[in-house]
């Protein structure tokens, strides 16, 4: 996967330079390109963004350096040319990301991201990038935060861990939060007895069939507890009655 970002702030990128993400790039399994958009401006003053048209408070980002920007990343195209890449807009006025578009995504040959900052980029930009881009603004979540840099690293995170190759035991990746529609279970390790506390005996019995039933049953129960909303979309159906009736 080649992924390229966009920022007036690069160096907020360091991040994906370390852990599993830096080592999907050392193993070549990810292609991550970093520019910073001043590159692309022609002035002395390196100028990003300008006073809002019709007013009100802040700036915007000038529509020609991303136009410029863009251009040179649409021109470095990964795999398939018939395919356009999907530029990723972080925005609050976004799609939310989702651990199923993170799945979706994961799929793609190339994903560009465009960090905005001040008040955001100037709208005709996203419309001239559909000539080039699949263009999808995305929401990391109902908050504000000052720019798109910390949006990316985290959809970039969700999205590369997913990728073959990069975590070590994919089987892991099948049992975490989301990833069947219900929050994950409670782990333990060692000790068994830790400060009074006790590892649940289930967890001890080395019944298998047991332990995963216990699991499912906490999963159910976190999700009612902590993401009720989240259960309105899983299908109550999975859920063994036992465990229905136990909540
Ligand atoms: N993803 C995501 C986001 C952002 C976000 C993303 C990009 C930009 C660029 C500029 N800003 C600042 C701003 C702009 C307009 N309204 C309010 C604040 C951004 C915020 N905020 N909250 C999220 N979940």
């Not at 999907?86 to 799929?107: C, K, M, N, Y």
């Amino acid at each position: 996967m080649r992924i390229d970002v966009v920022s007036i702030f690069p160096e907020y990128l360091a991040p994906l330079e370390l852990s599993l993400i830096g080592k999907a790039r050392q193993d070549g399994i990810l292609d991550l390109n970093v520019h910073d958009l001043r590159e692309f401006t022609t002035d002395k003053h390196r100028s990003v963004d300008d006073t809002p048209y019709g007013g009100g408070a802040g700036m915007v980002m000038k529509a020609e350096p991303w136009a410029q920007a863009l251009s040179t990343v649409a021109a470095a195209r990964a795999g398939d040319a018939a395919r356009k890449p999907v530029l990723i807009v972080p925005s609050p006025a976004g799609e939310r990301f989702t651990q199923a578009l993170a799945h979706e995504l994961a799929g793609e040959e190339q994903l560009v991201f465009a960090c905005g900052r001040y008040e955001g980029i100037d709208e005709r930009v996203i419309e001239w990038a559909e000539e080039h881009f699949t263009v999808r603004p995305m929401s990391l979540g109902d908050y504000v935060l000052n720019g798109g840099e910390v949006a990316v690293l985290a959809m970039t995170e969700a999205i590369v861990r997913l990728l073959p190759g990069v975590v070590g035991n994919p089987e892991s990746l099948v049992e975490e939060s989301h990833s069947d529609g219900l929050l994950e279970y409670p782990v333990y390790t060692k000790p068994s007895s830790w400060r009074d506390r006790e590892v649940p005996p289930v967890l001890l019995s080395g019944n298998h069939g047991k332990i995963a039933q216990w699991r499912r049953h906490q999963q159910y129960r976190r999700t009612a507890q902590r993401r009720p909303d989240l259960l309105a979309e899983f299908d109550a159906g999975n859920l063994p009655r036992a465990d229905r009736t136990a909540l």
